[in-house]
């Protein structure tokens, strides 16, 4: 069953400037889902479509069985499974992304927020009233909890934390002061003329147990499916995890390390302070990310890597001490 995140009449599209003047259907979504995971009564989107090929055989496969969605495709997109388009409301348009993002952020202006109450406590911290916090699990003050968060037993939310909406955090586990769990992510659409689109980020944050999350760090909320801490993951204070970012088990992330979006981080890996990693790479497990290090090309299993741009760290060492020699040597030529 889908996920209720929103209610919205696809009717209500002719009220948005700018979109194909449709017959829209009398369909209601309740959410957002990937294109990769397609779901029933949900917003779907997808940059690409190659036509008559496996690609396009094998993302119908994907739609045919979907009921009640709004699917948004490129223009070339020509959909052989009639079913597909009898069952749903298809939108071709020259940039899906952005219109995801117009439709998206028009639903989210207009649904109902009454259903939201928050009750403010005696330590001045402000909790919504349908939020699931267990047995065992203390809030320090000035602590803000969003809608639709579960937060698990014997936790720690310390002073000034915020926790955004869609957050789940597991048992045993620390958010340190101040920090932000569920920020929108930065998802930019833009136009050939420079007018921007934010995407909004609907996936929240998944936080497993016995996790550690330092003071002033930032974990933003996945796109549409959730960005991901298993159990055991510490984070070090002033770090930021980017949206759709997957951190494994045990894996250690020092201070002032910036994930961008969507990388991929295994099992007991060690990223040191201040490495940054390009989007989308892939770390695999027991990696070792020395201080410093930019991070540019997958980093393959048990590899160690160092420098700017980082290189194989036995390698860096090699040359950099080859680098020092030579150095020495003209200095003592020259004397």
């Not at 919205?8 to 259907?25: A, R, T, V």
């Not at 959410?31 to 690609?55: G, H, L, T």
């Not at 055989?57 to 948004?72: Q, Y």
């Not at 951190?247 to 040191?272: M, P, Y």
Request: with cysteine; charged share 25%.
């Amino acid at each position: 069953m889908t996920e209720k995140k929103f209610t919205f009449n696809l009717m209500n599209l002719k009220s948005i400037e700018g979109l194909p003047n449709l017959n829209f259907k009398d369909i209601e979504i309740y959410n957002v889902a990937p294109f990769s995971n397609p779901q029933n009564c949900s917003m779907i989107f997808s940059k690409k479509w190659i036509s008559d090929s496996s690609w396009q055989e094998e993302a119908e496969n994907k739609l045919k069985t979907l009921k009640g969605c709004l699917i948004i495709l490129p223009v070339n997109a020509k959909i052989k499974n009639k079913e597909i388009e009898s069952n749903n409301q298809i939108l071709l348009t020259e940039n899906p992304r952005k219109i995801y993002a117009i439709i998206l952020q028009y639903i989210l202006d207009h649904q109902q927020t009454e259903n939201f109450k928050y009750t403010k406590s005696e330590l001045e911290s402000v909790i919504c009233t349908n939020s699931i916090i267990e047995d065992g699990t203390k809030i320090e003050p000035f602590v803000f909890i969003d809608h639709d968060v579960k937060i698990g037993k014997n936790c720690l939310i310390s002073a000034g934390a915020k926790i955004g909406p869609y957050v789940s955090i597991g048992n045993n586990t620390t958010i340190r002061e101040n920090s932000v769990i569920g920020n929108p992510g930065f998802g930019i659409e833009r136009d050939p003329d420079g007018t921007t689109y934010r995407i909004p980020h609907l996936g929240g944050v998944k936080i497993g147990d016995n996790v550690e999350i330092g003071a002033l760090s930032v974990v933003d909320a996945g796109t549409i499916d959730p960005t991901i801490i298993e159990d055991y993951a510490k984070i070090d204070d002033q770090t930021h995890i980017s949206h759709n970012c997957k951190i494994g088990k045990g894996t250690l992330i020092a201070s002032g390390a910036t994930l961008s979006g969507s990388v991929s981080v295994g099992k007991n890996c060690w990223i040191g302070p201040n490495v940054s990693i390009v989007n989308g790479l892939k770390i695999e497990d027991e990696a070792w990310i020395t201080i410093g290090s930019v991070v540019v090309e997958n980093v393959k299993k048990g590899q160690k890597v160092t420098g700017n741009f980082a290189i194989d760290h036995d390698f860096f060492v090699k040359q950099y001490v080859k680098t020092l020699m030579e150095k020495n040597k003209d200095s003592k030529t020259r004397g």
